[in-house]
C-alpha cells in the first residue's frame, strides 16, 4: 500500500477545515495503526480548552490530557484539533464535556485502552477536575503520570 493509498480516506488533513458549530457535527478521522503489538502510549494535550456554561452562557476553561493505548485506529490530530475546537460554542458541564470527549473516542478508534484527566479552571472559586478511564492500564505499557498539579490558588 503506497503512502498515498494509505492516507487517501482523509478529508481534513492539508485541506481547509472549517471549525464545527457543535460537537456533534464534528467529523473525527482514523489511520490505521501500523505498529499493532507494540505496547506503547499516546498522548495529547489539550492546554486551551474551551466550552460554555449550559446556564449562564460564560466561557469554562480546561486543561485535558488523553492518554490512549492503540488498537487498530490512530486519531488523525486535525481531526482531533477541530473536534475540540467545537466546544467553543457548545454548552455543557464539565463532566458531560470530559466524559463525552472519552466516550466518542473510545467508540471511533476502540483502544486498549484511554483515560482522560479534565483539569478545570475555577469559576465561581470551584475548580472541577474529572477523571474517566475505560480500565486498568495494560501489563507492560508505560503510562506516564499526567503532570498536571491539582488547583492550590495562591495557597
Not at 486519531?75 to 457548545?90: D, N, P
Not at 472519552?102 to 474529572?130: K, S, T
Request: glycine share 10%; hydrophobic share 40%; proline share 9%.
Amino acid at each position: 500500500m503506497t503512502r498515498t493509498d494509505k492516507y487517501a480516506g482523509l478529508e481534513q488533513l492539508g485541506q481547509k477545515a472549517e471549525i464545527p458549530a457543535h460537537p456533534e457535527d464534528a467529523v473525527l478521522e482514523r489511520v490505521e495503526n501500523t505498529q499493532t503489538g507494540a505496547a506503547y502510549c499516546v498522548r495529547f494535550t489539550v492546554p486551551e480548552f474551551t466550552s460554555l456554561c449550559p446556564m449562564t452562557g460564560q466561557p469554562d476553561f480546561a486543561h485535558l490530557v488523553i492518554d490512549y493505548v492503540p488498537g487498530p485506529w490512530l486519531v488523525e490530530s486535525k481531526s482531533l484539533k477541530l473536534f475540540m475546537f467545537a466546544f467553543r460554542s457548545h454548552g455543557a458541564f464539565h463532566e458531560d464535556c470530559t466524559v463525552a470527549i472519552a466516550r466518542r473516542l473510545v467508540d471511533f478508534l476502540a483502544p486498549e485502552w484511554l483515560r482522560i484527566g479534565g483539569y478545570w479552571y475555577p469559576r465561581g472559586g470551584i475548580p472541577i477536575d474529572v477523571f474517566y478511564q475505560t480500565g486498568p492500564a495494560p501489563e507492560g505499557v508505560w503510562i506516564p503520570d499526567q503532570g498536571v498539579p491539582g488547583y492550590r490558588g495562591r495557597g
